[in-house]
């Protein structure tokens, strides 16, 4: 079989949503089951021992989050003391403020658990190690925070005592901060909001009125961090790498260092999880001289995070991230290259195409997710996409080059009112476009089929048109002979 990776992918996907809505017992009948038709389809023995050992990790990671679920529920609405380190930036909600806690290794059944923390009268930073007695508030198994691998609320009813921080998560919050202030001190309010979301993914400083505006014009993807921004960020880096260090294996070592830190200032999203994964693969394909397929890399990185966390399979960042990312690498390519083809005079119209379909295939993709959560359709996110996404880009880059030369007098503030200047245009456009009348119109759930369907019509095509040229190539090259 030319893909295994990409098949063990499928199945696992699919038996954790067994799991999700038939429960464990199921779930390990449905692993089973694709286990054997691994087994079947595969036919190198080195390939089988590698499927059995990821199965046998996919079963022990679901049996590990099912134990987390019920011990969360047994202790919902219950007092209990913990031992945990705060992970995340304190964040402002209606009624009390809000901080993502892990818990340590001396927690029983509950080590290793990702909790909201909710408080009111404290102050607490990234970093803080503390012990607290806390009250498990009501559990809620369907609830967006267990789909990223957060098993619950608590409220935070006194804390015992803090110990000294963990050096880790304490430098990524004092990064986050840094950049806060680098940015508060460069831009305009309002557009500092803008590039503090796009850097940091924080939105949690957008107006919201604006934020629906951005919605409506389909470029949430803009204001949230996500593969297409690690992408630009690693890109940059990579090209300072490349000036500046000769030896490969020094330079998959920054490399490697630069996505885990990036990716914790980030906040370990999905999307940027699944995005360093994947450059984290192609760098070490290249550092061992192996060739790479693309499907197979975005199977490989699916796999190590649904290994890790396997509910993150229902966040809708991850799947609008997944899907996005194929039809990026591995759909448009292949139609770019069948249409230009057929095009004669390509300058201009290349880039101009390049950019319609990159933008359209990438929403057609992602469409099904966005159906289905959100129940509306961006009419205009195709032409918003193709005027913001190159602006965005250089944002970032200027942004990166502004926070590394603030030594340097006057270069820093010049480099930022670039980027006070196409974060305004940014702006401007989300507020023109995402205020149309019909920007966006509400769609019932069932209406994802539509979307569904086209995108298997296009990957049969692509398929097919492949065989084809690939039957082409081999007959002409036997009659040349």
């Known amino acids: 079989m030319k893909r295994p990776i990409l098949l063990v992918a499928i199945l696992v996907s699919l038996s954790i949503v067994v799991y999700k809505y038939f429960g464990l017992g199921i779930f390990a009948i449905a692993l089973l089951l694709s286990l054997a038709l691994c087994t079947v389809l595969v036919e190198r023995l080195s390939y089988i021992f590698i499927i059995l050992c990821i199965f046998i990790g996919i079963f022990f990671s679901v049996?590990?989050?099912?134990?987390?679920?019920d011990t969360s529920k047994f202790y919902s609405d219950k007092d209990y003391e913990i031992k945990c380190v705060a992970i995340s930036d304190e964040v402002l909600t209606d009624n009390a403020k809000r901080i993502t806690v892990k818990t340590t290794k001396d927690n029983g059944k509950l080590s290793n658990t990702?909790?909201?923390?909710?408080?009111?009268?404290?102050?607490?930073v990234c970093g803080q190690v503390l012990s607290a007695n806390v009250n498990f508030m009501e559990f809620d198994d369907k609830g967006y925070d267990l789909n990223n691998g957060i098993y619950g609320n608590l409220w935070l009813v006194n804390i015992e005592k803090t110990s000294k921080n963990n050096k880790f998560y304490y430098f990524l919050g004092a990064t986050r901060k840094y950049i806060k202030t680098f940015l508060k001190g460069n831009l305009s309010y309002k557009n500092q909001t803008i590039v503090t979301s796009i850097i940091l993914g924080d939105k949690s400083m957008l107006d919201e009125d604006f934020y629906s505006m951005v919605k409506a014009s389909g470029v949430s993807h803009i204001m949230a961090v996500s593969g297409l921004h690690l992408s630009v960020i690693l890109g940059f880096l990579f090209l300072v790498f490349s000036i500046i260090i000769r030896n490969k294996y020094i330079k998959f070592v920054f490399s490697?260092?630069?996505?885990?830190?990036?990716?914790?200032?980030?906040?370990?999203?999905?999307s940027v999880l699944r995005a360093g994964?994947?450059?984290?693969?192609?760098?070490?394909?290249?550092?061992i001289n192996r060739d790479t397929d693309v499907l197979s890399v975005i199977s490989f990185a699916i796999l190590i995070i649904l290994l890790s966390s396997p509910m993150l399979l229902f966040s809708i960042s991850f799947q609008m991230s997944v899907s996005a990312i194929i039809s990026v690498i591995y759909v448009t390519p292949f139609y770019l290259k069948f249409i230009l083809k057929h095009i004669k005079n390509k300058g201009i119209l290349k880039v101009l195409i390049s950019a319609v379909l990159v933008s359209l295939l990438a929403q057609v993709f992602t469409m099904p997710f966005a159906i289905y959560n959100f129940e509306c359709i961006s009419l205009i996110s195709v032409l918003t996409n193709i005027l913001i996404s190159v602006p965005t880009t250089i944002i970032i880059q200027f942004t990166i080059s502004g926070m590394i030369l603030n030594f340097l007098p006057f270069v820093p503030s010049l480099i930022m009112k670039s980027v006070d200047v196409l974060t305004s245009y940014i702006r401007f456009i989300i507020l023109s476009l995402g205020g149309l009348k019909y920007s966006a119109i509400a769609v019932p759930r069932y209406f994802c089929v539509f979307p569904v369907i086209v995108i298997f019509i296009l990957l049969a095509l692509r398929i097919?048109?492949?065989?084809?040229?690939?039957?082409?190539?081999?007959n002409r090259r036997r009659n040349a002979d």
């Open 63 to 69: 049996f590990n989050v099912n134990s987390k679920i």
């Open 464 to 474: 097919i048109l492949e065989r084809r040229e690939t039957l082409y190539g081999d």
């Open 256 to 270: 490697f260092v630069s996505i885990l830190v990036i990716s914790g200032i980030c906040g370990f999203t999905p």
């Open 114 to 124: 990702k909790f909201n923390l909710y408080y009111k009268d404290k102050n607490l």
């Open 277 to 287: 994964l994947m450059f984290l693969i192609f760098a070490f394909a290249s550092l």
